[in-house]
């Protein structure tokens, strides 16, 4: 997914916050199977999505046609919380309104930052220069708090 998203340019558009929030619904997985139609922070991270659950059923259906096992779908749920994370605001106003917790948002978070850091890696120019500052946008107060490194 990830590899496709970059070759296809599907993020070059978004700004750090918007990448952490893309982002996030490859590593966020609801805890229950109540689907829902959460907020998207920006036009610009809509369209990602959109773009990015283009590619996931494509994959599907070539796993699909090798009988391979098919991967969890896309799961955007976080991402408006992430978004407002990368953009400066404070925990308690991210986490108003949602039913996850601090912890909860914490472990999401870092997952965010180990891929954004990946991706940041694996690419060049702009995009990595994103992926960098999204990184740094995301690893701050309490999702940094225990970092050793």
């Known amino acids: 997914m990830v590899a496709e998203a970059v070759r296809r340019g599907a993020w070059r558009r978004l700004t750090p916050a918007d990448l952490a929030a893309v982002v996030s619904a490859l590593v966020h997985e609801a805890?229950?199977?109540?689907?829902?139609?959460?907020?998207?922070?920006?036009v610009e991270v809509a369209e990602a999505l959109g773009e990015m659950e283009a590619i996931w059923r494509e994959v599907q259906a070539r796993k699909s046609e090798?009988?391979?096992?098919?991967?969890?779908?896309?799961?955007?749920?976080?991402?408006?919380?992430v978004h407002r994370w990368?953009?400066?605001?404070?925990?308690?106003?991210?986490l108003r309104g949602g039913d996850l917790s601090a912890g909860d948002f914490v472990r999401r978070a870092k997952q965010v930052v180990d891929l954004l850091g990946q991706i940041a890696h694996a690419s060049a120019g702009e995009l990595s220069r994103t992926a960098r500052?999204?990184?740094?946008?995301?690893?701050?107060?309490?999702?940094?708090?225990?970092?050793?490194d």
Do not use: N
């Not at 229950?32 to 920006?42: A, F, K, L, T, Y």
């Not at 090798?66 to 919380?81: A, C, F, K, V, Y």
């Not at 990368?86 to 991210?94: D, F, K, N, P, Q």
């Open 31 to 42: 805890r229950s199977d109540e689907v829902s139609d959460p907020p998207v922070p920006s």
């Open 86 to 94: 990368a953009s400066g605001r404070g925990l308690e106003e991210v």
């Open 66 to 81: 090798h009988d391979l096992t098919g991967d969890r779908e896309l799961d955007p749920g976080i991402s408006w919380m």
């Open 133 to 148: 500052a999204a990184s740094d946008a995301v690893l701050r107060g309490v999702v940094a708090a225990d970092r050793l």
